[in-house]
């Protein structure tokens, strides 16, 4: 694959060190505005885009590959506010776009669990729940686009769950709270507790590092190329080679 890297933080520069050990071509790098006024010519030459960025510019950079008719991979989170004028503009132009709370297999089999975990706890009302992520300090969203994957099922599968927020002291029954740190350099780690009077069940994964991450998203990369128009979740992914 011939593939454009759009934001190149520490992300960026992982994916491009995966692509490349597997064997794909990085046609660009862009990851300023100077580089789209400069670059998006060699854009138009890439098979798919895989963006990393900021939360900020995530939604511009993914309607510019829909305008430079580039499939996108879409790996920052923060930006799910704009879905609704980014599908518009993808079915106008046939655009191709995949995105997801989070790219790593191991997160996304920590998904699965906690769908099924919930659908058990559901019939048992003497357990709370509650759920911490825990991020480096540069993070800029909280909590984290996969914290809120995890509640927002959770929600779905428990009926006395109305909504969740981010945890501030404060208690209701019908609320799943979310703890949401920022501590050094830590690349990811999500647990989810149920607990009652006797005892409590829990749920953790721990990312050692970012490269699992990038892993994915280029996975991703080559599961979208070729395919038609749409938008896709990760989860289509992963359930692919399941």
């Not at 939360?55 to 920052?76: E, K």
């Not at 655009?95 to 706890?121: D, P, T």
């Not at 959770?154 to 920022?182: H, M, Q, S, Y």
């Amino acid at each position: 694959m011939n593939i454009a890297i759009l934001g190149y933080g520490k992300m960026g520069r992982l994916v491009e060190k995966v692509a490349v050990a597997a064997g794909h071509s990085i046609t660009v790098i862009i990851d300023s505005e100077e580089d789209w006024r400069a670059k998006v010519g060699d854009l138009r030459n890439a098979d798919v885009a895989i963006d990393f960025s900021m939360p900020s510019v995530a939604a511009l950079n993914i309607m510019r590959s829909f305008s430079n008719n580039v499939p996108i991979v879409a790996g920052t989170t923060g930006w799910l506010d704009k879905m609704g004028e980014i599908e518009e503009e993808r079915k106008r132009v046939s655009g191709r776009l995949l995105y997801g709370a989070n790219f790593s297999i191991g997160v996304n089999i920590l998904f699965k669990i906690n769908r099924q975990l919930a659908e058990m706890m559901d019939k048992y009302g003497d357990y709370s729940v509650a759920m911490r992520e825990t991020h480096h300090i540069h993070k800029k969203d909280a909590p984290s686009g996969t914290a809120i994957h995890l509640a927002q099922d959770i929600i779905g599968c428990v009926d006395r769950f109305d909504d969740w927020k981010l945890a501030d002291g404060e208690t209701n029954v019908n609320v799943l709270p979310i703890e949401a740190v920022r501590e050094g350099e830590v690349p990811g780690t999500h647990e989810i507790v149920w607990s009652s009077d006797v005892d409590c069940i829990e749920l953790k994964h721990v990312a050692f590092n970012r490269e699992g991450f990038a892993r994915g998203a280029v996975m991703a990369a080559g599961w979208l190329v070729g395919r038609q128009p749409g938008t896709y979740e990760f989860s289509q992914v992963f359930d692919s080679i399941q």
